[in-house]
Structures are given as C-alpha cells and as structure tokens.
C-alpha cells in the first residue's frame, strides 16, 4: 500500500541529495544551478534537458487549461466537416468517427482514436485543473502523486495536433470527390491544438517543487555533509532560452 | 563524469528526486513512484515490442486500409501507398510528401533506429554515442506522427455515410498499422537510453575506489 506513512518507513535510511540531479537520458549526475527566467539546464555528456525554469509558464498554465477545455468542448459537440453528396447531406463529430469505426467490428482501433483524441486529452485538462487549483491550499492536494504521474504517462498519448493535421489531410481528400464544408469542430480542434502545446509543455514535475517547498530546506542541510557531494561534478551547462 | 549508479545513487523516473542508500522495492519518497536504477526488463520488453512492430509492419502496408464503395457497386481498395500515390497524381504534393513521411518513412525510420540502438547496447558499442542519444530523442519526438492515417481513415469513415450512393469503410490494414503505431511507441518508452551510455563508456559505470 502506498499510504503517507509508507514513504517514511522507506525513507527511514533512504536519503535525498536535493543539490543534485542525474540526467534521465545518460545518467550523469550534476549540480543543480539556480536557473534564470526560462532558462533550460542542459546535460553535459548527452545535451539532454535536465532541468527548465517553469516559474513564468506556471501563471500562464491554468488560464490556458481552462481555454483548452472550453475549445475541447466546442471541438467535441460541432461537427467536423459536413458532405454533400447528390443532395444528401452527411457530416460526423469526432465521437462519430469513433463509434463508425466501431461499427465497421474494429473497436481496438475506435479505443484507439478514442483515448488519444478524447478520453486522454480531456482526463489531461481535468487533472491539470485540479492540482494548478489546489496547490494553492495549505494542504498536499489529495491524489497528487497519482495524478502528476498520471499525466506524465500519458503525456506521449495525447494526440490533438496529429488530429488536426489528419482533419485537414481528409478535408483535402474528400474536396476532389464531393462538397465538403468545414464544421465549428475544425477551427476548435486548430486552436485546441495550439494551446495543447503550450500547455503540455508545463512539466508537472514542478507541482512537487511547488507544492513541498519546506521538505526541500529541511533535507538540504545534512546531504552537504554526504561523501557523494565531494565527488568531482561537472556543473550543468546552461543555456539561455530566447523568450 | 560520474553517473548516479557508479555514485550509487538512485533518480526517481517521475519527479527527478535523487536518492541515496536505496534498497530493493523503495518508493520514491517525494512522490511514491518505485525507484529503479534503469527501467526494468528494458532490453527484453524493447526488442519484443520491436518485433512484433515487424511482423505487424508486414499487414500494414500490404492489406488496405480504405475501402471506397460508390455508386454504382464501384469498390476502390486503397494501401497507405496507394493513398500516397493518389495524392500526387491528383495534384496534391505537399499532403502527398506529408503522408509519405508520415505513413512510411517515419515508422520505417523508428524500427530501424530501435533496432540499431538496441544492437549497438548488446555489442556494448561506443560507436557514435552523442548522435545515437540524439536519434533516441528523435525517435521520441516523431513517434506520434505515425497516428495521421488512423485519424484520417477513422474520420473519413465517419463522415463519408451516404446510404446508396458512397460509403467510406476501414480496411484490415488500418488495424495493423495502429498496432505498428502503438507497438513501436511503446519500444521506444521501454528503451531506457541510459544503457547507450552504461555500454558505450563503461569506465564510468564503476564506482571509483
């Protein structure tokens, strides 16, 4: 069971060097530097990124989730295009597509379209909502562990952008064999997948850096005196964003 | 440089906390997630997935992935390269090139450069390390872009419903191509990147007495 009491059972001899971090790409472990506004630490040995500085995006993050889910609503009640074929009119949402695809007896696939168009992107939004309200609070949000790790799993799952560009390459598709009107859904999805990318870009992994600041201060002092942080390190090179 | 294992150290995959004197099964005390020196099984699950992508690669591009009915009892049976081949000879080069990258070479280009870093790892080969690090990273960042034909088959088959005059449906070969998709997303997420580098510079992996 993973209880608050079990971390601290497990963490009876464990001890956390937070002056440190070890690159997730190569291993290489180095000195966390204060880093300056937007400034992204890079590996060393690889180039990986180790660390961005999050404290500009984190203000912008929750008015852009909350647009987000007002474009995802639109994106997912409007149809998205509509034929016209010999005066028969037809056109389809996105949940449309997915239960037709159900119905042609493929419903891994519709599963497919369906958690990596709307059920991902949505839990997404939701979630990110909950923990940007609630770290504000005094207390430790409820389920925060499970969610920021939640979101950081299904982070390469959510795939809106891929939607809208296959929205488009359809629409092109379908104007050399009928008439086909863009519906409300396309224009949503187009700005559904912007502020996606803006706001994907927030690393959750900055919720347990805001929301446990005085757990930091606290083991800072005695890791000092830790053998490991004598080891020779070479420091992060930082390199300067353009804002 | 020395890495956290020859420090004897442990990073949390989740929340970058680094943690000192881990024992087996510990939790991540930040955040609860399980420490792992390197994720585990990786080569095993990796080169798993990796063939099962292969042999999925197989039904994907040879079954099609479209079936166009029309009016009257017409049926046109298109491949993800027959679809291709359809945007440039009707003019359309720029969707063309597009699903061309996208539909072929992207999951092309993914199972070989798995393929490619998972041998270098088991030859424990130091051969080009900083561009092979890179290809891992390219390979995470386009994975995704493989999913534009699913999306364009499943709306297509949607939108395209009219009874007695044309109908849209999804071929058999839609399905493997997602299973080439999802399985080759998932290679890449199993493949701990950390292992170029424990194999590629050994010297480091030791802790220094």
Request: glycine letters at 6%; a positive charge; one cysteine or more.
């Amino acid at each position: 069971m993973r209880t608050g009491t079990g971390f601290d059972i497990d963490k009876a001899n464990m001890q956390q060097l937070p002056d440190l971090i070890a690159c997730k790409e190569c291993d290489a472990v180095h000195r966390r530097l204060p880093l300056g506004h937007n400034e992204i630490a890079r590996c060393s040995r690889c180039g990986a990124e180790l660390e961005r500085d999050m404290r500009a995006h984190v203000k912008r993050v929750l008015p852009l989730t909350l647009a987000s889910v007002f474009m995802f609503v639109i994106a997912n009640i409007f149809p998205i295009a509509e034929i016209e074929f010999h005066g028969v009119a037809h056109s389809t949402t996105l949940m449309g597509a997915v239960l037709s695809l159900n119905a042609e007896g493929m419903f891994l696939l519709a599963s497919l379209v369906f958690a990596t168009t709307i059920l991902l992107p949505l839990l997404q939004l939701l979630a990110l909502i909950y923990l940007l309200i609630s770290i504000h609070g005094t207390a430790r949000p409820h389920g925060l562990n499970l969610l920021v790790r939640m979101i950081q799993t299904f982070h390469p799952w959510v795939m809106v952008e891929v939607l809208l560009l296959g929205a488009i390459i359809a629409f092109v598709k379908l104007t050399n064999m009928v008439t086909v009107t863009s519906g409300p859904a396309l224009w949503a999805l187009g700005g559904l997948a912007l502020l996606f990318a803006s706001v994907l870009s927030f690393n959750p992994r900055y919720i347990w850096h805001i929301s446990l600041p005085e757990r930091r201060r606290k083991t800072a002092a005695p890791v000092n005196r830790t053998p490991a942080d004598r080891a020779p390190q070479e420091p992060a090179t930082v390199k300067t964003e353009l804002p | 440089m020395k890495t956290a294992t020859a420090m004897g150290m442990v990073p949390c995959s989740h929340c970058a906390a680094l943690w000192k004197d881990v024992e087996v099964h510990h939790r991540c005390g930040r955040c609860g997630a399980r420490l792992h020196p390197r994720k585990p099984d990786s080569l095993n699950r990796t080169w798993a997935l990796v063939i099962a992508a292969c042999i999925m690669y197989f039904p994907a591009n040879l079954l099609p992935v479209m079936i166009t009915e029309s009016f009257p009892q017409e049926e046109q049976r298109d491949t993800i390269m027959s679809g291709i081949i359809y945007f440039w000879t009707s003019g359309s080069w720029v969707l063309a090139v597009i699903v061309f990258i996208a539909s072929f070479l992207v999951p092309l280009f993914k199972l070989a450069v798995m393929i490619l870093l998972l041998v270098a790892v088991q030859r424990r080969s130091s051969w080009r390390l900083l561009e092979r690090a890179r290809l891992y990273r390219i390979v995470e960042l386009i994975g995704r872009w493989s999913m534009l034909d699913v999306f364009v088959v499943s709306l297509l088959t949607g939108l395209v419903q009219v009874h007695g005059f044309a109908a849209i449906h999804a071929g058999p070969g839609i399905a493997a191509f997602g299973a080439v998709v999802v399985l080759t997303m998932f290679s890449s997420i199993s493949f701990d990147p950390r292992l170029t580098w424990d194999a590629g510079e050994p010297e480091d992996g030791k802790p220094d007495e």
